[in-house]
């Protein structure tokens, strides 16, 4: 599957804020995972093709989805970040398949390439 380029994240103290972009946008479905070190990939947020989005809890209020079209650019909004939002954060594209809740990393096919985040105190 064809990589998606990806720029941002980088390391902002507890409270900051950071923005991440991928080039992509009109998919289906695309979503922001991340992985903090030693553990499993965890979905962040999606924004489907009818504009709906889908938050995980630990990030609900704190962080926002959204897409530029005409600059084929996803972006990843992340405000008052916390020590545990430290990880590696990849964009992705996929669809929804029947049965698969959003966040499962099941329904993405293209991966960015990953963009390093860490939240100090």
């Known amino acids: 599957q064809a990589q998606l380029v990806q720029s941002g994240g980088g390391s902002v103290q507890a409270g900051g804020s950071l923005t991440l972009t991928c080039k992509a946008s009109g998919y289906s479905l695309m979503g922001w995972f991340r992985q903090p070190l030693g553990k499993e990939r965890e979905g962040v947020a999606t924004l489907a093709g009818d504009g709906s989005t889908t938050y995980a809890d630990f990030v609900k209020g704190r962080f926002t989805i959204s897409q530029d079209i005409r600059e084929n650019t996803l972006y990843l909004k992340m405000n008052n970040l916390n020590l545990e939002d430290t990880a590696m954060y990849y964009c992705?594209?996929?669809?929804?398949?029947?049965?698969?809740?959003?966040?499962?990393?099941?329904?993405?096919?293209?991966w960015g390439q990953g963009t390093q985040v860490t939240v100090t105190s």
């Open positions: 992705a594209t996929g669809f929804t398949r029947m049965g698969v809740r959003r966040l499962d990393e099941r329904n993405f096919r293209s």
